[in-house]
């Protein structure tokens, strides 16, 4: 990672929002619906901005590369 910036996800319980959406331990969110995304504290506040979408894409870092996964909010 160039910076501190991002929120890692170091536990993923079976079952949860973000292992339904292929999100892997270790991944690091950078963006969720373009909006950067800095601390933990910024991936709470965004998503509950736009978890009534439905979907957004997130950009994430994995393996040291950056990927895009589009996330559902529905169950």
């Known amino acids: 990672m160039p ?3 991002g929120a890692m996800l170091e536990d993923l319980p ?3 929002l973000a292992e339904r959406n292929g999100f892997k331990k270790g991944d690091v969110i950078i963006k969720m619906d373009n909006q950067d ?3 933990i504290s910024d991936l709470l506040q965004v998503y509950q ?5 439905g979907s957004v894409e997130c950009i994430i870092v994995r393996n040291q590369s950056e ?3 589009k996330i559902s909010f529905k169950d």
């Open 3 to 5: 910076d501190n910036n």
């Open 14 to 16: 079976l079952h949860s």
């Open 37 to 39: 995304i800095n601390s």
């Open 49 to 53: 901005n736009i978890k009534w979408m």
């Open 67 to 69: 990927m895009k996964i």
